[in-house]
C-alpha cells in the first residue's frame, strides 16, 4: 500500500501500530527510514531489538532508534548499547510535559514547544536529511 | 521519502510521529502523516483536536465496514478520508496500511 502512493515529493511519516506486527507484513523496500522507538527498559529494548532486525532484513532503509523517556542517560543508555549494540541513536528526555500536553489533549508542540523532549524530537529532522546512512 | 515509525505500546511512537511531522512541514516541506493504528490518535498529538480525530476515525470505520465506496488512490483517500492539521501537515487514517492497494 505504501509503495503504491503516489506522494510525489511528500515526506511520509506513517505512525504504525504498537510491536512489530504491521513491520513484519510490509513487503521488502517500503520505506526509506525506519524509526524505532524504545524506553530504555528490557521489555521495550525486546521489541526494539526485533524491530531492528526486521527493518533490516526487509531493507526498510536506515534505522534510527529513539530512545524515549531517558531519566539518567548514562545507565539508560548502557542498557540500550547492551541491548541494541551499535544502532545509531536519539535520546530523548523523560518530560513531564509530554504527559501534560496529553492530558490537555493537544499537541506538543502547542503545548510546550520548548520543553526538553520536544527540543529532542525537533532535532530529529536534522538527521532525517543528513546523509550518513 | 517514508519513513516508518515502529516499537512496542507506549514507548512513545505517537508522540514522536507528531513532533517529526510537523517539525519537517515548517522547513517548508510537504508533510502526510499516516496514523496506522488501530487505535488512532496522531490527530490529537499533531494538535487537529480529538473532534476532527473523531471524525476521521469514523470515516474510516465505515470505509472498513464497505458502507462507502473505496477511494482509488492516495490523493482520493487523503481528499476524502484525512485533513489538513497544523503547519500544513496532511494527515490520514490508514487501516492495513501492509496491503498492496490503498482504499
Ligand atoms: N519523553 C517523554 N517523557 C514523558 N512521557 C512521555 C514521553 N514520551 C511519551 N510519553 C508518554 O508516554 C505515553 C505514550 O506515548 P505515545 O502515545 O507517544 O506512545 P505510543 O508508542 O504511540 O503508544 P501506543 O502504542 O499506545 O500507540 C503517553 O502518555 C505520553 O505522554
Ligand atoms: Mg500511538
Same mark, same amino acid.
Not at chain 1, 71 to 89: F, H, I, M, Q, S
Given at each position: 500500500?505504501?509503495?503504491?502512493?503516489?506522494?510525489?515529493?511528500?515526506?511520509?511519516?506513517?505512525?504504525?501500530?504498537?510491536?512489530?506486527?504491521?513491520?513484519?507484513?510490509?513487503?521488502?523496500?517500503?520505506?526509506?527510514?525506519? /524509526?524505532?522507538?524504545?524506553?530504555?527498559?528490557?521489555?521495550?529494548?525486546?521489541?526494539?531489538?526485533?524491530?531492528?532486525?526486521?527493518?533490516?532484513?526487509?531493507?526498510?532503509?536506515?534505522?534510527?532508534?529513539?530512545?524515549?523517556?531517558?531519566?539518567?542517560?548514562?545507565?539508560?543508555?548502557?542498557?540500550?548499547?547492551?541491548? /541494541?549494540?551499535?544502532?545509531?541513536?536519539?535520546?530523548?528526555?523523560?518530560?513531564d510535559a509530554v504527559l501534560d500536553a496529553d492530558r490537555a489533549g493537544t499537541a506538543l508542540l502547542d503545548h510546550a514547544p520548548d520543553c526538553p523532549a520536544a527540543r529532542a524530537l525537533v532535532e530529529l529532522v536534522d538527521l532525517v536529511f543528513d546523509s550518513a546512512a | 521519502m517514508k519513513i516508518a515509525v515502529v516499537g512496542k505500546g507506549g514507548a512513545g511512537k505517537t508522540t514522536t510521529s507528531a513532533v517529526l511531522a510537523r517539525s519537517l512541514a515548517r522547513q517548508g516541506r510537504e508533510v502526510v502523516a499516516l496514523d496506522c493504528d488501530t487505535n488512532p490518535n496522531l490527530?490529537?498529538?499533531?494538535?487537529?483536536?480529538?473532534?476532527?480525530?473523531?471524525?476521521?476515525?469514523?470515516?474510516?470505520?465505515?470505509?472498513?465496514?464497505g458502507d462507502v465506496e473505496h477511494?482509488?488512490?492516495?490523493?482520493?483517500?487523503?481528499?476524502?478520508?484525512?485533513?489538513?492539521?497544523?503547519d500544513g501537515v496532511r494527515l490520514g487514517v490508514i487501516t492495513r496500511i501492509e496491503n498492496p492497494d490503498p482504499g
Open positions: 500500500m505504501l509503495s503504491s502512493g503516489e506522494f510525489g515529493t511528500s515526506i511520509v511519516v506513517a505512525d504504525l501500530e504498537a510491536g512489530i506486527g504491521t513491520l513484519s507484513r510490509l513487503g521488502d523496500s517500503q520505506v526509506d527510514l525506519t /524509526l524505532v522507538v524504545v524506553e530504555p527498559t528490557p521489555r521495550s529494548l525486546d521489541v526494539g531489538r526485533r524491530a531492528i532486525d526486521l527493518a533490516r532484513e526487509n531493507k526498510q532503509g536506515r534505522v534510527i532508534v529513539v530512545v524515549n523517556k531517558v531519566v539518567d542517560v548514562e545507565t539508560d543508555l548502557a542498557l540500550v548499547r547492551e541491548k /541494541l549494540g551499535d544502532a545509531e541513536l536519539v535520546v530523548v528526555p523523560d518530560d | 490527530g490529537i498529538s499533531l494538535g487537529v483536536g480529538d473532534l476532527e480525530t473523531e471524525r476521521l476515525v469514523s470515516l474510516r470505520e465505515q470505509l472498513d465496514d477511494a482509488a488512490d492516495w490523493d482520493e483517500i487523503l481528499d476524502r478520508f484525512g485533513t489538513d492539521g497544523p
